[in-house]
């Protein structure tokens, strides 16, 4: 989802910016942000350029905006953006129709990511504005969630966890055990996977900064007063590059993979690639190519085996051999 599409996260960024007595925003720093706070909503890297930036100020600063003042403040020949009166916000003025009606767009949308931490803030922004949201009977579009997941209530206080480096006291119930166990976590990075949500920190036990804890299976926490180890050393941007899904296997190493689908299924792997490195080519009309550079792990496995007879797996030996053991134990299940 292209939440970068909707402006009034943009504006509020913006807004909170130039009204900064403390800090100087110069233009790059504006795209900064508004990056920033989109990647903390969604997830994923978003690339709000510096025309839509100027764009939006522009926005701001006419009459069908706000009527902004900005101040004429620069430091050599860059300038900085600060409004003339910073007690001024946008957020205590009223809305006209043009942003009213983009704010009730942005919140159909998001209005169906209910529970979801990060657009908390959106809630707290319309009652701010005294704006009445009125959902629509009939959505016209959604979005793959699920809002009965076990363990989602968790999710809000996991979140403020990590933004609020809180070292947390899990109570862990994992499916092979009988009984739920505890787990000292410095929490790092909540990532969603497959509509299951999972969260990823140092196990102050083992030292193993790449935990994996499915919060389905968390039956509650609470904070530890042991002090939080901010300084972890793992890019969580680019942690899962190498794999498809989350998990990492600890002796894993990236593998050159070729695969072969047939039919009308290669015509959708074009059009939805299996993972960031795949480079493919159809070899004859009913046969696509796949090559892929990742680290093999069970999650790639079982997107291999949902394909079923429309895939082959040409290389290496190694996966060849997994696969295929599989489809024989799937087999003798029907013998």
Same mark, same amino acid.
């Given at each position: ?18 009204? #900064? ?11 900064? $942000? ?12 978003? %690339? ?6 100027? !764009? ?5 600063? *006419? ?25 001024? #916000? ?34 707290? *922004? ?5 704006? $009445? =949201? ?49 787990? =000292?976590?410095?929490?790092? /990075?909540?990532?969603? /996977? ?11 036990? /083992? ?19 042991? #002090? ?13 590059? $190498? ?24 015509? /959708?792997?074009? #059009? ?24 093999? %792990? ?11 007879? %429309? ?20 087999? !003798?299940?029907?013998?």
């Amino acid at each position: 989802m292209a939440i970068a599409k909707f402006p009034l996260i943009r504006y509020k960024v913006l807004d909170r910016c130039f009204r #900064s007595t403390y800090k100087k925003y110069f233009i790059e720093d504006l795209i900064e $942000e508004c990056n920033k706070v989109l990647y903390e909503m969604t997830g994923t890297p978003e %690339n709000i350029k510096l025309r839509q930036i100027r !764009s939006d100020i522009a926005f701001m600063i *006419s009459p069908e905006g706000w009527n902004i003042e900005l101040a004429e403040l620069f430091e050599g020949k860059k300038r900085i953006y600060r409004y003339e009166d910073t007690s001024f #916000s946008i957020m205590n003025l009223p809305l006209n129709d043009k942003v009213v009606e983009a704010f009730r767009a942005a919140t159909d949308v998001l209005s169906q990511f209910d529970g979801m931490p990060q657009f908390d803030w959106l809630r707290e *922004s319309l009652l701010e504005m005294n704006m $009445e =949201v009125e959902g629509s009977s009939t959505p016209s579009i959604s979005f793959e969630s699920n809002r009965f997941l076990k363990g989602i209530e968790h999710l809000s206080g996991l979140y403020q966890a990590i933004k609020n480096k809180t070292v947390l006291n899990i109570q862990y119930q994992d499916f092979n055990a009988s009984e739920p166990y505890d787990i =000292v976590l410095h929490p790092y /990075y909540l990532k969603q /996977y497959n509509n299951r949500w999972f969260l990823f920190g140092l196990n102050e036990k /083992y030292n193993v900064e790449n935990w994996n804890m499915a919060i389905d299976r968390i039956v509650g926490f609470e904070a530890s007063p042991i #002090s939080y180890k901010e300084n972890c050393s793992i890019d969580w941007e680019d942690y899962f590059d $190498e794999i498809i899904g989350v998990t990492k296997p600890l002796d894993g190493k990236l593998e050159n993979i070729v695969l072969h689908f047939y039919g009308n299924t290669g015509k /959708y792997i074009v #059009s939805k690639p299996l993972h960031g490195s795949q480079k493919d080519k159809w070899i004859d009309e009913n046969t696509l190519e796949v090559r892929l550079e990742l680290i093999p %792990n069970f999650e790639f496995e079982r997107t291999i085996l949902s394909y079923g007879d %429309n895939v082959q797996v040409i290389a290496p030996e190694s996966i060849i051999s997994t696969i295929k053991e599989k489809l024989q134990k799937a087999v !003798s299940l029907y013998q």
